[in-house]
């Protein structure tokens, strides 16, 4: 057998033991999601079933959860997302002396543990809640939110300064120079080239949300996520049912990924056709204005 031959087919066993360690887990667990057999395993299958998404629907602690989780994670995609624009924002006006320091302190909440994240807002609302007598906050729902809300917002900042970076400042200071005032521009200028990175930092920003619990189990006190749903029936043991939620989640999580990508492809080519009518019709004035010239 060759060199080739030889560096060819170890290729060929780490690409199968590479995706094997990524998708076997989840595979296992898909297939075991319809296995009659009270216990989640696929050997000996049997017989194909779908009574355990029926099981997992009958489960009014796991759709509690879901529901829970659910509006969390939108009350978080309001909290995160304007945060992490307005931190963005800010880290392109402050001085460069400063933005390093800026950068460190906005980004530290990603490096603290979620369980430091999730205490300290516990023990800081409590207080500030005894302090003010607004009772209101110190609720499972309202704790979760700020703490979620206070690393992912780290998250989103990263997502807009990316897309920061490549926008054109000239383009703001033409359309003040044209007498636009800041909101105007803002809203005409800064706003619609932001979209797409909007669109995906609301994605991550539920996504993370949703799949959280080192920060959650702390902050939702008495109440309870899907996660924290989970963990106490892990500890009690597994069944199928869970495998069925997995499979669920997997499914919802795809066919919105794939949504996602096909708005986002759509307004990638919007905006290249747009690029071209502006290039074609600048292109034309000067045609025009050349022609002029020439006949004068």
């Known amino acids: 057998m060759s060199t080739r031959a030889i560096h060819r087919a ?16 989840l595979l296992i667990m898909g297939i075991t999601a319809f296995n009659k057999s009270a216990y989640p395993q696929i050997m000996p299958f049997e017989g194909f079933t779908l009574d355990w998404f029926a099981v997992l629907a009958a489960d009014k602690d796991m759709i509690y959860g879901l529901q829970k989780s659910l509006w969390i994670g939108f009350l978080v995609v309001l909290v995160s997302v304007p945060v992490g624009l307005a931190g963005a924002l800010v880290m392109t006006q402050v001085y460069d002396r400063a933005r390093s320091f800026y950068y460190l302190i906005v980004v530290s909440p990603v490096l ?23 009772k209101f906050i110190y609720d499972g729902t309202v704790l979760t939110v700020l703490a979620q809300s206070s690393f992912i917002s780290a998250y989103t900042m990263l997502i807009f300064l990316a897309r920061l970076a490549r926008f054109d400042r000239t383009l ?28 995906s930092a609301a ?9 959280n619990y080192n920060t959650t189990t702390f902050a939702i006190l008495a109440d309870k996520t899907l996660t924290t749903v989970l963990a106490g029936r892990m500890r009690q043991g597994t069944t199928p049912a869970l495998s069925a939620l997995a499979v669920a989640v997997v499914a919802v999580t795809i066919v919105g990924a794939i949504l996602f990508e096909i708005v986002k492809r759509r307004e990638d080519a919007r905006a290249k056709a747009r690029a071209a009518t502006a290039e074609r019709a600048f292109n034309a004035e000067l045609t025009a204005d050349a022609a002029g010239a020439a006949a004068a």
């Open 172 to 199: 703001e200071e033409a359309a003040l120079d044209l007498g636009a005032s800041r909101a105007q521009v803002f809203r005409h200028v800064l706003l619609p080239f932001m979209l797409p990175a909007i669109g």
């Open 112 to 134: 603290t543990p979620g369980v430091i994240i999730g205490i300290s807002t516990v023990v800081f609302w409590r207080q500030a809640t005894q302090m003010t007598g607004l």
């Open 203 to 211: 994605v991550i920003a539920f996504l993370s949300s949703f799949e």
């Open 10 to 25: 170890l290729m060929g066993v780490y690409i199968v033991i590479f995706f094997a360690y990524l998708f076997g887990p």
